[in-house]
């Protein structure tokens, strides 16, 4: 379980789930937007399934790092 | 319905030390009288040496206070010889619910592994510990509580540390080598050596009240968040013996004490959960807000903190009493090692090498129980929301749900007491561990670990070990009558075991002889 963030193009079609991101979210107010989005996190982590590959996804994400 | 507990007031008497010209002397003081100095001072008074215990107080712990007492307490107290009463008397619980709104998020079972003498709780009003552990204090004879007597000025010098002692008959001095600080999270102590307790408090009150109830309801803790009854907020369920039911109730933040603790508050709270119809009656009640802190260090020159007095956590997790209870195992045996001159001062240094992680994984557990319990932002509550609306369909979030991490024995493979593996254990218990119990022909396993060094021999002539300050225990294959010291100590090779006097693993060698087995012995006497 030691795994290294690999933040190379891994999905087959990007646009295709970057618009069902957006689909999901379009009629939702925004307290609902931020639960789906916390929901997807967490079923997303678990997939993930290795705690360092996760744990560096979160420094990774933060805004200041990029 | 049992007879419920009947609080002594303990007497006051004048001690002649009240009378001395100068101040008496005295090798151990123990400052407080609860859960943790009694337990301290048993420890002492079994291993043959006699201590002052000092109280402000004339009575046990006034409510149940620490109810849960996990397994390796048990182990503990069973060396201390109250482990049989707190087992029998206690309520043996393994199950649990945990609940959102009217729905089942989860159940858990904590599945007790079979072999081993003691289960994995039982729950047992603090009252009855403390009262178990005054009444096996008084019968081995040695040493001295001294009830109302409050310690009051603490002067801590290279040779001796000199007491301030405050009672109904007015003050006096006595002084001593060792003081033991176990007088709780408000430390008087602590505060006399101006020591910071750095942590963090929380703002959330939570009202915790014992129920006298005849209930059918089964021995399982209920935990809920955001009740039907108990709207936003969460609540605590649990069995105590005497037919007692624990209940704690989140309050918030703005909470009024004084208006709170008004039994025409308690009561409606109480209905809203237990139904308009249950007959109860209010045992004790009271109000608290939680705090995680500890101090820098334990050990302070010749004072040494155990318990609430060195570290103090939220009660997620029963963290506190049983964090206690395995400060004085650890402490008990180096102390009596030094009166003994079998060992330097600098034992006690490892007391808070070893005592001082485990009380910061035990602030980490329970910090954690308590910002799951009650968010202190929007994130925390958005996280947790998104974590119990997906517990109740997806077994994965239940990993998140955290209403508590109960407590377990600390680990400490660190330390500098502990020997390398000599030889291959692939599995087995790490040095720096506490044993796991076993059952042999004749009883248990950890009885025979008892409280001092004891070296553990599978197939393994224990002669040439006769002459080691230390008691052998040759396990053959018909003592060890369902095979879990073989497996639970990788020993189906011969192998050998040095134990410490906390029945911790000091080492663990393939091939011992006399001379390795004497350098683990050293080194565990902290004479690395």
């Given amino acids: 379980m030691t795994g290294t963030l690999d933040t190379s193009p891994r999905l087959k079609r990007p646009d295709d789930v970057y618009q069902a991101l957006m689909d999901a979210q379009k009629t939702m107010t925004a307290p609902e937007a931020d639960l789906f989005r916390a929901r997807l996190i967490l079923l997303l982590a678990n997939q993930v399934g290795d705690d360092a590959v996760v744990l560096a996804a979160i420094e990774a994400a933060r805004p200041d790092v990029s | ?528």
Avoid at chain 2, 160 to 180: F, K, S
């Fill in chain 2, 1 to 528: 319905m049992a007879p419920r507990f009947n609080y002594l007031a303990y007497p006051y008497r004048r001690a002649a030390d009240q009378d001395a010209a100068k101040p008496a002397h005295h090798a151990v003081v123990v400052a407080g009288g609860g859960l943790v100095g009694l337990a301290f001072a048993v420890d002492m008074a079994v291993r043959g040496h006699d201590v002052l215990v000092l109280d402000d107080g004339d009575s046990v712990s006034v409510g149940s206070r620490s109810i849960c007492v996990a397994k390796r307490s048990l182990e503990i107290f069973d060396r201390l010889g109250i482990g049989q009463r707190c087992a029998d008397k206690g309520v043996v619980w393994n199950t649990g619910k945990v609940l959102r709104g009217d729905r089942l998020v989860y159940a858990f079972d904590l599945l007790p592994e079979p072999g081993h003498r003691f289960p994995a709780f039982v729950n047992l009003q603090q009252y009855y510990v403390e009262t178990f552990l005054i009444e096996r204090f008084a019968e081995l004879g040695r040493g001295e509580l001294r009830w109302k007597n409050k310690v009051t000025g603490v002067a801590s010098h290279d040779d001796h540390v000199a007491l301030e002692i405050e009672t109904p008959d007015g003050p006096y001095r006595v002084t001593c080598d060792w003081l033991i600080a176990a007088d709780g999270v408000r430390s008087g102590v602590r505060r006399a050596l101006d020591l910071p307790f750095a942590g963090e408090s929380f703002h959330d009150h939570f009202l915790i009240t014992d129920v006298v109830m005849h209930s059918d309801m089964p021995v399982e803790r209920r935990f809920w968040f955001d009740p039907p009854f108990h709207g936003g907020k969460s609540a605590l369920l649990h069995k105590q013996p005497d037919d007692i039911w624990r209940i704690d109730l989140q309050l918030g933040a703005q909470a009024e004490r004084e208006a709170e603790l008004k039994e025409e508050a308690i009561v409606p709270r109480l209905k809203a959960m237990l139904g308009e119809e249950t007959q109860f009656t209010i045992d004790w009640s009271s109000l608290y807000t939680f705090q995680c802190r500890r101090l820098e260090r334990f050990r302070h020159g010749r004072v040494l903190f155990v318990g609430d007095a060195a570290h103090t956590v939220s009660p997620f997790g029963a963290r506190g009493g049983n964090g206690g209870i395995q400060d004085v195992d650890n402490l008990a045996w180096k102390l009596a090692a030094v009166l003994e001159g079998k060992a330097g001062g600098g034992l006690l240094d490892s007391y808070e090498a070893e005592r001082i992680p485990a009380a910061d994984e035990n602030i980490s557990n329970s910090t954690r129980a308590t910002d799951f319990i009650a968010p202190k932002n929007a994130a925390m509550e958005l996280f947790r929301e998104a974590v119990l609306s997906l517990a109740e369909e997806h077994a994965f979030a239940r990993g998140f749900v955290n209403s508590g991490r109960l407590s377990v024995a600390y680990q400490c493979v660190d330390s500098a007491l502990a020997s390398a593996d000599e030889g291959v254990f692939a599995a087995g218990v790490a040095p720096g561990c506490p044993a796991l119990d076993a059952p042999l022909a004749d009883g248990w396993l950890m009885p025979n670990l008892g409280g001092e060094f004891v070296l553990l021999l599978a197939g393994i002539d224990p002669a040439p070990f006769a002459d080691l300050p230390l008691r052998t225990l040759a396990v053959a294959q018909g003592d060890d009558r369902d095979g879990l010291i073989a497996a639970r100590y990788d020993l189906a090779t011969p192998g050998a075991y040095l134990f410490r006097p906390d029945q911790h693993v000091a080492a663990r060698l393939r091939a011992p002889t006399p001379e390795s087995v004497t350098a683990a012995l050293q080194r565990a006497m902290g004479v690395a």
